[in-house]
């Protein structure tokens, strides 16, 4: 019998008990469907984590100094500069960071929720801030400590009815003129990446009452060469600090790698053991199939007699196991298909993000394949037997 005969014999075997072969499928309809699921799901957050950090900015590392360590002396902002011109393979850009714990106020209002900023002039390349009206801080403004600023989009838009350019903000007591506006970057609400302020660091250290900063954002060239720009700045602070201890050094790009290892290792977990399913699905296939092949003792009977050799009959049986189990992936592949599209409308609604629920291709490919094995794997035993039955007993079976 060819291969083609034993898969439309296996159909038609299937088609007339349509409730038992469901119900048989069921275990490899729930794996398969689980594991695309979990693997979309862990998909999803792999590429939102991505997404994100990739917006705050993966290819920059963050400088925090807190301390002097071995040595009585503290890092110039020119010493800063300087590391960068001294590896500039591997180093773009720097610019001070000062946080300002004031509040801004715009005629009568007060704005308690704004984050104030001092930042450099390359500031808005590093972070890959765009502007829709004016300009950003310019070398003039930081060393002439002028009192300027560049505002979030949310700012704009609420009080000075997205005209904010030439028009004037209070911070801390002093007047700050507006010389630009940042592109809306999310949903403009309030504490949100859009309710900003940028002003010259020089006047954000007057603001802060500091002498020192201890905060810097450098630019890598590549995020490939993330370690050794690293490497490049721990050496030049050891040197000057005496010890490591006096600064620690933070980048997304690492915390993004981290991350996604840990997520993997739990998508991983949690995929093997909804694997179990297809397991449990293969022991239920061949329990069906030994069923089968009892009630089908006197067809095996008069198929030998008419000369079907054992691997006759074990190739149709196992064609038919297998047939079953494909059929319960691709149902599995479907159902899984669907939950992923509520579970993505789900997440959406409840957290108001975009992630997704993406099932990958290999995670699909890999499940189906598997189910089609395990239809393989747990309908042999039951195809042996059926092709050692001797065939007068089988043509003598009630």
């Known amino acids: 019998m060819k291969i083609t005969e034993s898969f439309i014999l296996a159909m038609k075997n299937i088609l007339s008990s349509k409730l038992r072969a469901l119900l048989t499928m069921l275990g490899i309809i729930i794996g398969v469907a689980a594991v695309i699921v979990i693997i979309g799901l862990g998909s999803g957050m792999e590429s939102y984590m991505t997404n994100s950090f990739k917006s705050m900015g993966t290819n920059l590392l963050t400088v925090n100094l807190f301390g002097r ?212 699905g293969g022991i239920g296939i061949m329990n069906i199939m030994l069923v089968s092949v009892t009630e089908r003792t006197r067809e095996i009977g008069i198929r030998k007699a008419l000369g079907a050799k054992q691997h006759h009959i074990m190739t149709q049986f196992v064609i038919e196991a297998a047939t079953t189990s494909a059929i319960g992936g691709v149902l599995g592949i479907i159902t899984g298909y669907l939950l992923c599209y509520a579970g993505t409308s789900i997440v959406a609604s409840i957290t108001e993000t975009e992630m997704s629920i993406s099932p990958t291709f290999t995670s699909v490919m890999t499940s189906f394949s598997i189910s089609a094995m395990i239809g393989i794997v747990f309908g042999y035993l039951p195809a042996k037997r059926a092709a050692k039955l001797n065939p007068i007993e089988a043509l003598r079976y009630d």
């Open 69 to 280: 360590g071995q040595s009585s002396r503290s890092v110039s902002i020119d010493e800063m500069y300087e590391i960068v011109d001294e590896n500039s393979e591997y180093l773009a850009n720097v610019s001070p960071l000062v946080n300002v714990n004031k509040t801004v106020k715009i005629g009568s209002d007060t704005l308690d929720t704004t984050t104030i900023s001092g930042v450099g002039e390359d500031y808005d390349n590093m972070k890959a801030l765009a502007l829709t009206q004016g300009r950003f801080l310019q070398y003039v403004d930081i060393l002439k400590r002028k009192d300027v600023c560049v505002i979030g989009s949310y700012i704009n838009n609420e009080w000075f009815n997205g005209n904010g350019v030439g028009d004037n903000i209070r911070i801390g007591g002093n007047l700050y003129k507006v010389v630009g506006v940042l592109e809306e970057k999310a949903d403009s609400e309030e504490s949100g990446e859009d309710d900003v302020v940028y002003i010259p660091y020089t006047a954000a250290m007057k603001l802060a009452y500091t002498g020192t900063i201890s905060s810097y954002t450098f630019e890598v060239v590549s995020e490939d060469q993330i370690t050794e720009a690293k490497a490049g700045i721990e050496e030049k602070l050891t040197e000057v600090f005496g010890s490591d201890s006096s600064y620690r050094i933070t980048s997304l790009s690492e915390m993004l790698d981290t991350m996604t290892g840990m997520i993997n290792i739990m998508v991983t977990v949690l995929a093997a053991i909804a694997a179990i399913s297809l397991v449990v």
